[in-house]
């Protein structure tokens, strides 16, 4: 049974700025105000903004062209982690349910230091150009690191 939208946003909507639940087949499942999930009905599949492991930035707006190699270009100024908590290396390209590129990626980095060093000189640097297109790399933060 997968969750309706409309008990998705009055799940959320309750919140208040705490941790509200989700609930499906699997149980129920924690939501952060500032993270998101994903609920199937029998998966334990579950999506977190805010990673874990070694400090990593969320790369969008590269074409669906783009390969693992490019990313390492793109990045190459900065200390990447040795890999990341899934176990690949420090650049994974976000693929969607049907394996197709999503034009996402995330980068791991060795300290939260380089990683806001990293998003802060490339957010919105143009990636390429494609004819008529000019392909801007927007870099968010994806960890627990730069408090205002």
Same mark, same amino acid.
């Given at each position: 049974? &997968? $969750?309706? /939208?409309? =008990? #998705?946003? %009055?799940?959320?909507?309750?919140?208040? !700025?705490?941790? &509200? $639940?989700? /609930?499906? =087949? #699997?149980? %129920?499942?924690?939501?952060?105000?500032? !993270?998101?999930?994903?609920?199937?009905?029998? =998966?334990?599949?579950?999506?977190?903004?805010?990673?874990? !492991?070694?400090?990593?930035?969320?790369?969008?707006?590269?074409?669906?062209?783009?390969?693992?190699?490019?990313?390492?270009?793109?990045?190459?100024?900065?200390?990447?982690?040795?890999?990341?908590?899934?176990?690949?290396?420090?650049?994974?390209?976000?693929?969607?349910?049907?394996?197709?590129?999503?034009?996402?990626?995330?980068?791991?980095?060795?300290?939260?230091?380089?990683?806001?060093?990293?998003?802060?000189?490339?957010?919105?640097?143009?990636?390429?150009?494609?004819?008529?297109?000019?392909?801007?790399?927007?870099?968010?933060?994806?960890?627990?690191?730069?408090?205002?």
């Amino acid at each position: 049974m &997968a $969750l309706s /939208r409309a =008990a #998705a946003v %009055a799940a959320t909507a309750g919140g208040g !700025g705490r941790t &509200a $639940l989700l /609930r499906s =087949a #699997a149980g %129920a499942v924690p939501r952060s105000p500032v !993270g998101c999930l994903f609920a199937q009905a029998g =998966a334990r599949r579950t999506f977190a903004l805010v990673a874990d !492991g070694p400090p990593r930035l969320r790369l969008r707006g590269l074409p669906y062209t783009a390969t693992v190699n490019e990313v390492y270009d793109f990045v190459r100024e900065y200390r990447l982690a040795n890999g990341s908590d899934s176990g690949t290396g420090a650049v994974q390209l976000l693929k969607s349910r049907g394996r197709k590129p999503t034009g996402q990626a995330f980068v791991y980095f060795e300290d939260a230091s380089e990683a806001i060093r990293a998003k802060d000189e490339l957010h919105k640097r143009p990636w390429c150009i494609a004819g008529p297109s000019v392909y801007r790399v927007e870099v968010l933060e994806d960890f627990k690191g730069r408090t205002i």
